[in-house]
């Protein structure tokens, strides 16, 4: 729906432009953030792909397995994070009731498996996410998963400001509910 469009449905909504250079939008100020964000995750992370001003994919693979083989990850902690899938026998609506089934069920993090390499890449994530919030003030979401498209996916689907950890035996369950045309490689 166009902003004119939502105008006419809410009289009370508020329309916001971006300034205008030449005929077309100034990114200026939002390059200028854009870059100050990646200066931090590069801080965290040296493998970065840009896939646009406000879109990145980490490849946190070196550093998970340094901090698994180094066992620098315990008394795991998450906030503002949710785990796809149900995993929590007694309240599967509760989100953070699943997150903590889905992290006892993971408990044992010398555990050579790939949901253990997720939680220590979400400790990662949460890490950056913390630190460009505490710098710079800016909320971001975040995916984690075994790939950037399925990271890709898993990161609007707790929109705005937070993370979502797709377990491999979960991405078949969420592949069903998406339409082929929304994946993009």
């Known amino acids: 729906m ?3 469009e939502a105008k006419k449905l809410c009289p009370d909504f508020n329309i916001f432009y971006v300034k205008e250079k ?3 939008a100034d990114l200026t100020k939002y390059r200028e953030a854009s ?3 990646f200066e931090i995750i590069l801080k965290h992370c040296d ?3 840009k896939a646009s001003i406000d879109e990145a994919y980490l490849d946190l693979t070196d550093l998970v397995m340094d901090k ?3 066992q620098s990850i315990n008394n795991v902690k998450f906030s503002d994070s949710f785990v796809y899938g149900s995993f929590s026998l007694e309240n599967q609506a509760d989100p953070g009731k699943n997150l903590e089934a889905w992290l006892d069920i993971n408990s044992d993090l010398s555990r050579e498996c790939s949901d ?3 939680i220590i890449g979400a400790c990662i994530v ?3 996410r913390q630190d460009i919030r505490e710098t710079l003030g800016y909320h971001c979401s975040a995916g984690i998963a075994q790939n950037k498209t399925l990271a890709k996916l898993c990161a609007g689907l707790n929109k705005p400001n937070k993370q979502t950890i797709l377990p491999a035996n979960s991405v078949e ?3 069903a509910t998406i339409p082929i045309n929304k994946i993009k490689i």
Request: hydrophobic share 35%; proline share 4%; aromatic share 8%.
């Open 2 to 4: 166009r902003g004119e």
């Open 47 to 49: 493998k970065v792909e």
């Open 173 to 175: 369950p969420l592949l």
């Open 22 to 24: 030449r005929g077309k």
């Open 35 to 37: 870059q100050k964000i």
């Open 68 to 70: 698994f083989r180094n």
């Open 116 to 118: 253990v390499y997720l």
């Open 126 to 128: 949460q890490e950056i």
